[in-house]
């Protein structure tokens, strides 16, 4: 073979990004295993870590056609033969050599006595989930031309609102934009976090306590919402020290980002760099990831013959554009409605009182007609507002009231 007959980096394509995403979740589901500390989650994590160098250099071979350039088969079951060969084909092809290739073999090495329990994989770890990281941003700028830091993740976000926030936070990473980009990352997270609680039985079921506590006054409101977020952070398995270094950042941007009248934010007292902006990068996109790899097809999905729309009105407040909520009942005619509304929306509800006796009407309609109103008095008897995302501005608006004669 002639040098010089490949020119790298090469720019990867939206599948090799997609691949080279899932090769960034296999590392990180390894380290997640890592940090156990017990055996039987260090053989996964050797395992793990040593499947996704052998996936990236299957990426490697994929990417660059190496098979199409050199007439050669790269079906080779062991690693570091593989290792051995796509290096020999690209210091021929483009005289640059993949790194670590002692570690590399050594890994391989170490992951089968695992397997075959004649190791304990613990005294290793720390160090081969090091030379992965390496590894993996070594070729990523050798041979796709960008560092593993700003792998764009927003090609494989499914999510269109995540998905739109994402590319401005990377565009404004290229752009050299540090706080833009933090403020953009916020707006992915809280978006998607919003679409992954606004149904979940815990958020729905604690909301009731919430209002209830808001409305005598009682201290326990705060600590009833700080546990809310606490058993929505469990679930969706974020309940870490990272988020909460992410949670710091975002108490520090201005109130230009935020909504009108939404203070209490601490002042940055240094330049914001580009390391905040990398790591708020990174946690975002790869919990976005993580949650959508997680995601499970629908049973079935439900067809509905006709349209059907509802309009509420309290007070001569018209609501027709909630993004979501729902209805509770309990005894003694007593009601607590939670909506999802628009900044402009909540402010308008605002002026609702409690002890005042409002009008509240329900129209439904049906494929575009209106076909039943229901029309009540209700007596408000507590209620609560919750800032949820800050672009676009959304609430969380409950009130709780009982029905008069």
């Given amino acids: 073979m002639s040098n010089q007959n490949l020119k790298l980096p090469v720019k990867p394509n939206q599948n090799t990004l997609r691949l080279l995403q899932r090769a960034r979740q296999m590392y990180f589901h390894a380290m997640e295993h890592t940090n156990l500390s017990n055996e039987i989650d260090g053989m996964i994590a050797i395992l793990g870590l040593d499947n996704t160098i052998e996936y990236i250099l299957r ?13 050669k088969s790269f079906d080779i079951i062991d690693m570091a033969s593989l290792a ?6 690209l210091v021929d092809l483009a005289e640059v050599r993949l790194p670590y290739m002692a570690d590399i073999k050594l890994l391989r090495s170490t ?8 190791a304990s994989p613990l005294a290793d770890l720390a160090r081969f989930s090091k030379v992965t990281e390496k590894f993996f ?20 976000i499914s999510n269109e609102t995540a998905r739109k926030h994402l590319q ?9 934009q540090w706080l833009r980009c933090i403020v953009a ?11 992954r609680t606004k149904n979940s039985n815990i958020t729905n079921s604690i909301y009731p306590a919430i209002v209830e506590a808001n409305t005598t006054n009682d201290i326990s409101t705060w600590s009833i919402a700080t546990i809310l977020e606490e058993l929505e952070l469990s679930q969706l398995d974020i309940n870490n020290s990272d988020y909460r270094r992410f949670r710091e950042y975002l108490h520090h941007i201005p109130s230009e980002y935020l909504p009108d009248n939404h203070f209490g934010h601490a002042v940055m007292q240094r330049d914001w760099d580009r390391k905040d902006a990398v790591f708020c990068y990174a946690f975002v996109s790869d919990c976005i990831l993580r949650w959508q790899a997680k995601d499970h097809q629908a049973l079935y999905k439900i067809e509905m013959d006709k349209e059907y729309e509802f309009v509420e009105q ?15 009942y309990f005894e003694n005619e007593n009601q607590l409605e939670l909506w999802y509304l628009t900044g402009k929306k909540k402010r308008e509800l605002d002026t609702i009182e409690k002890d005042k006796v409002y009008t509240f009407i329900t129209e439904r309609f049906v494929d575009g007609q209106k076909d039943h109103c229901n029309e009540i008095k209700i007596e408000i008897l507590g209620k609560y507002a919750k800032l949820i995302t800050c672009n676009p501005e959304r609430w969380s608006f409950a009130f709780w009231y009982r029905k008069k004669d």
């Fill in 185 to 195: 990352c916020r707006d992915a997270f809280e978006n998607e976090y919003f679409n």
């Fill in 137 to 156: 941003d070594e070729i990523t700028k050798k041979i796709f031309g960008f560092p593993l830091d700003e792998l764009r993740t927003s090609v494989v």
């Fill in 84 to 89: 051995g060969s796509i290096n020999k084909v």
């Fill in 168 to 176: 401005e936070a990377e565009s404004n990473l290229d752009r050299e």
């Fill in 111 to 118: 992951r089968n006595l695992v397997q075959h329990g004649i």
């Fill in 59 to 71: 990426i490697v071979v994929s990417h660059l056609e190496l098979e199409t350039i050199t007439g």
């Fill in 314 to 328: 309290i007070g001569g407040i018209k609501i027709s554009d909630k993004s979501g909520g729902c209805t509770y």
